[in-house]
């Protein structure tokens, strides 16, 4: 069996296809796998370093509106569908998988033209532009979060299969977690704004923690994220007269490098709605708040945490309204009961899907068969 995946730009694009591909070699080991990507993105890191081989074709995301940028990347296409079929041809793959970024539209596209099985997952509530446009030529399209049907009219096929995560969080256990954090019976409270750090919800985010530093109710793991946000975090505390090393209760560091412990531990996360993230959270049934970056393509982080607090596992505050008093308003409300704490654990849990992997390589099996 030979599959071929394309995905890229972002972590958030590259991660599910690892996921995929990796959860395929351990069911079929005889599978032989290859990517397919741009030298700017992310992916010509990851992907060789994961192990697996990659092509790249030259391929850039359209601008939302007309531009030299867009024509440029409007007269990139042709050539990038047939350094595409060129790829295919060669590797002879018998499906062909898209996990988004705009890498994915010449590669899925041309697969579609020459009758290779074909299918895109979508991990955001509110698809992006490249899964929209496949949408009308694959075979079939995998949603991560069920509200996403909603945006795409024109799919031959949809099927919700959630979005995939990393093993390690879903063998940990929550006992043996505390423990090895050596945790009292305090709520724990984690804080991310992704692996690059967010200013303005790492301000909000620092300014809460000196407000109730002196309390000594919680104990938090709060990560910056890079970029030079650690230095900025820790400054803003010098300015609010904290100083996070004379607490025992407050760790502050650059990454959570030890997020699968971190997060089974947690008693509640406060961190972006990024789909990866939220796929993490919910798999785990782990309640949260969640702010939304406004800066993201289609706003699709206020999609994805809105379709997550109508189930009832989040609150979420819009950047706009993120302040220290929000974020304690939230916190307290939460935490103040453990029966809200349960329910809200509760109905993550029923959103979540620990085996997306599967479902997702037991529909890209399915294809292979409808084919033969």
């Given at each position: 069996m030979k599959i071929l995946f394309a995905g890229g730009g972002t972590a958030g694009h590259i991660n599910p296809a690892l996921a995929i591909a990796n959860r395929v070699r351990e069911l079929y080991s005889d599978t032989e796998v290859h990517f397919v990507g741009t030298k700017e993105g992310l992916e010509a890191g990851l992907i060789p370093h994961s192990g697996f081989p990659i092509d790249f074709i030259k391929v850039h995301g359209f601008e939302r509106k007309l531009s030299f940028g867009t024509l440029k990347t409007a007269a990139e296409l042709p050539a990038a569908v047939a350094a595409s079929k060129k790829i295919i041809k060669k590797f002879k793959p018998d499906v062909v998988v898209g996990t988004g970024g705009y890498v994915c539209g010449p590669v899925l596209y041309a697969a579609a033209r020459l009758?290779?099985?074909?299918?895109?997952?979508?991990?955001?509530?509110?698809?992006?532009?490249?899964?929209?446009?496949?949408?009308?030529?694959?075979?079939?399209?995998?949603?991560?979060?069920?509200?996403?049907?909603?945006?795409?009219?024109?799919?031959?096929n949809i099927v919700f299969t959630g979005n995939p995560v990393r093993p390690s969080i879903l063998t940990v256990e929550r006992s043996a977690a505390r423990a090895e954090l050596n945790l009292d019976d305090r709520p724990f409270v984690i804080i991310f704004g992704g692996s690059l750090g967010a200013r303005d919800f790492n301000k909000a985010a620092a300014d809460w923690i000196c407000s109730v530093a002196d309390s000594h109710k919680y104990r938090i793991l709060m990560g910056t994220g890079k970029l030079n946000q650690y230095d900025a975090v820790m400054k803003r505390f010098a300015d609010n007269g904290v100083d996070t090393e004379k607490y025992d209760d407050i760790t502050i560091s650059?990454?959570?490098?030890?997020?699968?412990?971190?997060?089974?531990?947690?008693?509640?996360?406060?961190?972006?709605?990024?789909?990866?993230?939220?796929?993490?959270?919910?798999?785990?049934?782990?309640?949260?708040?969640?702010?939304?970056s406004p800066y993201v393509t289609d706003n699709h982080q206020e999609h994805n945490a809105r379709a997550i607090e109508r189930g009832g596992g989040a609150a979420v505050i819009p950047e706009a309204e993120l302040s220290a008093k929000s974020i304690d308003a939230a916190v307290s409300n939460i935490v103040?009961?453990?029966?809200?704490?349960?329910?809200?654990?509760?109905?993550?849990?029923?959103?979540?899907?620990?085996?997306?992997?599967?479902?997702?390589?037991?529909?890209?099996?399915?294809l292979i068969d409808k084919n033969k």
């Open positions: 009758k290779i099985p074909t299918l895109v997952h979508e991990s955001n509530a509110f698809p992006g532009i490249t899964t929209k446009i496949l949408s009308r030529y694959v075979d079939e399209v995998a949603i991560g979060i069920d509200d996403g049907r909603k945006f795409i009219p024109d799919a031959k650059e990454y959570i490098y030890n997020m699968d412990v971190a997060m089974n531990a947690a008693d509640l996360v406060i961190s972006r709605a990024g789909a990866s993230t939220l796929a993490e959270l919910t798999a785990i049934g782990k309640p949260a708040i969640l702010v939304p103040s009961s453990k029966t809200k704490l349960v329910e809200m654990g509760t109905n993550s849990a029923k959103m979540g899907v620990p085996d997306s992997a599967d479902r997702i390589c037991k529909e890209v099996l399915r």
